[in-house]
């Protein structure tokens, strides 16, 4: 029986020895539920401060952005331009008539008092739209997303943004009740035209405050949001109203206002205020803005700009230019003009930096640097005759050779022995070249820099021919002296600056001008550039009975071409060629920039009395005109490639002078 036991007790065992391990018991689905949902909160706390910390600061969002308002006047007051004027003076939404908020509400969106930053059945509507319409004809974010968009530095279009400007909508409705999130958003959206909030404008479209704003005038400014380039009141006035109109059905439809009311407000057209402005006149407002800190510093609250400036004489310069491009343009193979008008103290009255503004805001007439070619040779004649010369002194128009340079005579003739008189009328470069050695490089330059030219010249024999380069304003400011008595002017388009309040700030004052030209080198001077248009290259500028006087220029191979020229009322630089310096078809000054010239100031000129010019001799006779037409053209046998300036000898110019 024992024996029996332990059989069965080892029998037992291994029985168990053998029998296989149960399977654990699963978790349940609670406690895994739990497991994800906190590593869920974990990594969407790291996601969400991840994003959290790269949103803007809203602490202080309700404070008055930054602002440069300036307004350009002409010399009679009226709008050349409204810069800077990015943001007015931030308006509580409380003050504004209801229906101002109302028209932004119904019109992009309706559900605003409702939702919390986010509207999911704006997002679902928005989703149906556009799916049935095949492309995105309908958005789905909210006032308050618009907003946070605004207030993104990089307004990136991905799905990042996307999520921090949810974010930020929900940050800004828990900071924020409603009225002031409609107020940030109406003093933040932008509305076209350069301005952003409802106060810049209101006063930009419709000269008045925002709480001034009538319902019509609202809805057109609610309805620009949705594209300001092409809905603001200026862009598309047509365009505008029939945007406006839907708004105004969106906010009847909101129950807003009634039908009747709503007829009403459609049927009214909008009084829009518009600049008086030309075209082109840009050219001129970007020169007074880059001034003006100089003057005052970065102004820090709305400023007026008086100018010197006449929008009667730019429209006739511009319709000059045009014209003028326009007929023979293509022909010459120039594409860009300039013309610059000033009075005979610097004053600036026209300025056209180029064929058209609003092609290329890149203003020529002070920012281009071109070789004047002939137009330069009057501080030549000026430099001779202050060293002893006389404009009947006798010298040969020849070949000239320096230093293996042999600079020629246009199409190479030359006319033998003539006075300097009839060698400037007729545009000599062999003895524009004598000259210049003889008084020698430096004094020329030293005399073009005392009338005006600042960009630093090149000292070197090829300066008698233009070879340095200036920018057309700066080298029409160095003519007037010879059209006012010889002073030293600055050019300058700024009169006053002074705040909406009535303070000046600024005001330019009447110095003592220097004397630059003496009397007797004066009047030389003017009998010699009288006789260019009466006899010589620059004959299509004449003006009949009114005396001018002025100086053709081109330079080699036909880059550019000049005419510069005064009267004892307006002197006035024109200047033609291409911006990639290419070469025109035989496009000289004594051609279309004489003809622009003549234009501009037959018109600008017509009214006022005939007057003679201060250097002139009264009662000279007026030598007979020759039958041969002229040109000035430079002509070069033999370049210089040792004399040729290169870029970095340029550079060194620039810096040190010469």
Not at 256 to 270: C, F, G, K, Q, S
Not at 329 to 343: C, D, P, R, Y
Not at 466 to 490: D, R
């Amino acid at each position: 029986m024992v024996r029996q036991n332990k059989s069965d007790g080892a029998a037992e065992i291994a029985e168990r020895a053998v029998e296989p391990p149960r399977p654990k018991k699963p978790p349940s689905w609670p406690y895994v539920l739990m497991l994800l949902a906190a590593w869920g909160v974990i990594f969407g706390g790291i996601f969400f401060s991840r994003f959290l910390s790269e949103l803007p600061d809203v602490n202080s969002l309700m404070a008055n952005g930054p602002s440069r308002d300036v307004t350009i006047l002409d010399d009679r007051s009226r709008l050349i331009a409204r810069r800077g004027l990015t943001q007015g003076v931030l308006v509580e939404v409380t003050t504004l008539p209801s229906y101002v908020p109302n028209a932004f509400i119904a019109i992009e969106d309706r559900r605003f008092r409702s939702h919390l930053g986010v509207d999911p059945i704006g997002l679902v509507r928005a989703a149906m739209e556009n799916a049935k319409s095949g492309h995105v004809v309908q958005g789905g974010s909210t006032l308050t997303q618009q907003l946070a968009k605004n207030l993104f530095l990089v307004p990136d279009r991905n799905f990042r943004r996307k999520i921090q400007e949810a974010m930020l909508a929900a940050y800004l409705e828990s900071r924020y009740n409603k009225d002031q999130i409609l107020t940030l958003y109406l003093n933040r959206v932008y509305f076209g035209a350069g301005v952003y909030g409802i106060e810049a404008a209101a006063e930009r479209f419709f000269g008045k405050h925002a709480s001034e704003l009538s319902l019509p005038e609202a809805a057109m400014l609610a309805g620009s949001v949705k594209a300001p380039a092409r809905y603001n009141p200026i862009s598309d006035p047509d365009a505008s109203h029939d945007r406006a109109s839907v708004v105004l059905m969106a906010m009847q439809e909101e129950g807003y206002i009634d039908e009747a009311t709503r007829l009403d407000a459609d049927h009214t057209r909008a009084r829009i205020v518009r600049g008086t402005a030309t075209p082109s006149s840009g050219y001129f407002a970007d020169w007074v803005m880059g001034q003006i800190t100089g003057y005052i510093g970065d102004p820090q609250e709305a400023v007026i700009v008086d100018t010197s400036f006449d929008l009667d004489v730019q429209e006739l310069a511009e319709r000059a230019v045009t014209a003028g491009l326009r007929e023979d343009g293509e022909k010459l193979n120039a594409s860009q003009a300039v013309l610059v008008a000033m009075t005979p103290d610097g004053a600036v009255r026209a300025m056209v930096g180029g064929a058209s503004y609003s092609q290329s805001p890149y203003n020529r007439a002070t920012d281009a640097l071109r070789q004047p070619g002939s137009a330069f040779k009057a501080f030549v004649y000026l430099s001779a005759f202050e060293h002893g010369r006389r404009p009947s002194d006798v010298m040969h128009d020849g070949p000239v050779d320096i230093r293996g340079w042999k600079p020629e005579d246009y199409e190479g003739k030359y006319r033998g022995d003539i006075s300097l008189r009839e060698a400037f009328a007729h545009s000599s470069n062999s003895i524009a070249v004598q000259l210049t050695q003889e008084v020698t490089p430096k004094a020329v330059a030293r005399t073009a820099k005392r009338l005006g030219v600042e960009t630093p010249l090149q000292a070197v024999a090829s300066l008698a021919l233009g070879t340095s380069v200036v920018t057309p304003l700066e080298l029409t400011a160095a003519y007037a002296p010879f059209a006012n008595g010889g002073l030293g002017v600055s050019p300058h388009g700024i009169v006053r600056i002074r705040s909406k309040s009535g303070k000046v700030l600024w005001q330019r004052t009447q110095s003592d001008a220097s004397q630059v030209i003496a009397p007797e080198n004066l009047s030389q001077m003017t009998e010699l550039m009288r006789e260019v248009v009466l006899t010589g290259t620059g004959k299509a500028a004449n003006l009949g009975d009114r005396p001018v006087a002025g100086k053709t220029g081109t330079t080699q191979d036909y880059r550019d071409a000049w005419f510069m020229g005064f009267s004892a009322d307006l002197v006035c630089g024109v200047w033609i060629g291409n911006d990639d310096n290419s070469t025109m078809n035989k496009g000289t000054g004594g051609k279309l920039p004489a003809r622009i010239f003549h234009d501009f100031m037959a018109s600008a000129e017509a009214g006022l009395p005939v007057r003679p010019l201060p250097g002139a001799q009264i009662g000279a006779p007026a030598p007979e005109a020759p039958q041969q037409e002229q040109s000035d053209q430079p002509q070069t046998a033999q370049k210089q490639p040792a004399k040729k300036p290169d870029n970095f000898q340029q550079l060194l110019d620039r810096l040190f002078g010469t």
